[in-house]
């Protein structure tokens, strides 16, 4: 009889275990796309590609395609430029959510031009753009652990209500903001018409308007255990002509595999020496 080395086994169990944190597109739909429309149907992961808003500006140029991650590595795909902008509006924060209760989905608070607050969304970081030079952002931005409070405001969208929030409102919180990381955003173009998102096909490109891809937002501020299968990530623009949103993927499956192949090696037979 043949006996199954354990070493192999393991190791077998390493790649599926490291499988689970490979580039993934985690972009969700995010349920306010109409069906009177082949462009709000959307393409790809989540029908989130080639999709925006109701009655807003169906084209590449405002269209955010796909949010991807790779262990603690996020990135944005969008044919919407981040750092300048889209006349006459501007990129807005990612808000992220670690324990699945954030209020994301439309109709939440459908505001415009007002300012709102965490008590309504509950949110608990932000992804701040923290040198905004009219419609354009420089790239650098601070990451705020924010309370669950109303005194952490956000500024409500200026033209498509059920977006919100778009941008966290700084210098009106009063307090529920703590710093706990910084970086800086940077944008890669890609004129093809359909490039690849970590695996995934994202199409609409052209030659004036192209793909952008984000350089990696490093998740590593978040705590042990805060990125799992609940944790959200919210984008929109200033005016909400679009909404991206993503979710980690389920690792219980993997798990689950693992938790059996392991129970499983308890019954293999020891090999007898000779």
Not at 67 to 86: A, Q
Not at 219 to 231: A, V
Request: glycine share 10%.
């Amino acid at each position: 009889m043949k006996y199954l080395n354990i070493k192999s086994v393991l190791a077998a169990l390493t790649c599926i275990t490291a499988g689970s944190v490979s580039a993934k597109n985690i972009t969700i739909n995010d349920l306010q796309a109409s069906n009177s429309s082949s462009w709000y149907k959307g393409v790809g992961v989540g029908k989130e590609d080639q999709e925006t808003e109701p009655g807003t500006a169906g084209s590449q140029s405002w269209d955010l395609e796909a949010f991807t991650l790779n262990g603690t590595s996020l990135k944005v795909y969008t044919g919407y430029n981040m750092l300048t902008g889209n006349n006459p509006y501007g990129t807005g924060d990612i808000f992220i959510d670690v324990n699945g209760d954030a209020n994301w989905k439309p109709g939440a608070d459908n505001g415009l031009f007002g300012t709102t607050d965490n008590s309504v969304f509950h949110y608990d970081y932000v992804v701040h753009f923290n040198d905004r030079r009219g419609i354009a952002v420089s790239g650098a931005y601070d990451v705020f652990r924010i309370a669950d409070s109303s005194d952490v405001k956000f500024l409500e969208t200026k033209f498509k209500a059920g977006s919100n929030p778009w941008v966290l409102d700084v210098k009106n919180s009063r307090s529920g903001l703590t710093k706990v990381a910084d970086g800086n955003l940077t944008l890669a173009a890609n004129s093809d018409w359909k490039i690849q998102a970590d695996g995934t096909d994202l199409v609409g490109g052209s030659e004036k308007h192209p793909h952008y891809i984000s350089n990696a937002i490093d998740l590593s501020f978040l705590k042990p255990g805060e990125l799992n299968s609940q944790t959200l990530f919210h984008l929109t623009m200033e005016c909400g002509n679009d909404t991206l949103v993503g979710r980690c993927p389920d690792a219980g499956s993997t798990f689950a595999l693992l938790g059996a192949a392991m129970a499983g090696m308890a019954f293999l037979p020891r090999r007898r020496k000779s």
